[in-house]
């Protein structure tokens, strides 16, 4: 009976060791699909947020091509401004003017290079101008941020006057 008692517990416990190891396969399966799982959602994260930084990218690029060209159009519009002034002092003061000419011609050239160089090109060439002379590009960049500063003030401020105006009439 003890000899009974014994095969039936090593039956028992080898029954055991096949549900241990059919669970461990299973386990093991589900671990494998979970991990292939992850792995997927990963690439396409990953894909996704290529295709999303590549819209903005072109979205970017696009809003800065249309910018180029406005810039462009404004300098140019300076120079010839600039020109009419150098054309009002020619007959008092002929050195002066041709000074104030050469001033328009240079803004004439880099509304020129504005309009016709890419974007790309463009970003490359301040790249290397900031490397080269950072004191300059800085000393640059403040002038540039006063100036546009005091011209959002101003215009707000016409702006906000001729809502004013309007306003107060009723209208």
Do not use: C
């Not at 020619?90 to 050239?109: K, R, T």
């Amino acid at each position: 009976m003890k000899e009974q008692g014994q095969g039936t517990m090593e039956f028992q416990e080898e029954n055991l060791r096949n549900v241990d190891a059919r669970d461990d396969a299973r386990d093991s399966a589900a671990s494998a699909r979970i991990a292939e799982d992850i792995t997927s959602l990963g690439d396409k994260a990953k894909s996704n947020i290529a295709d999303a930084t590549e819209t903005a990218r072109a979205h970017a690029r696009r809003i800065a091509h249309e910018q180029k060209g406005v810039g462009a159009d404004r300098l140019g519009d300076v120079a010839g401004a600039v020109h009419g002034a150098a054309r009002t002092l020619e007959a008092g003061m002929p050195q002066v003017a041709n000074y104030v000419h050469q001033a328009a011609a240079q803004l004439e050239d880099v509304a020129r290079t504005l309009r016709y160089r890419s974007v790309d090109d463009l970003i490359e060439e301040i790249g290397s101008f900031a490397r080269a002379q950072p004191a300059i590009f800085f000393g640059g960049a403040m002038l540039a941020g006063f100036a546009l500063t005091r011209f959002l003030k101003s215009s707000g401020q016409r702006a906000g006057q001729g809502w004013r105006q309007s306003d107060a009439r009723g209208q």
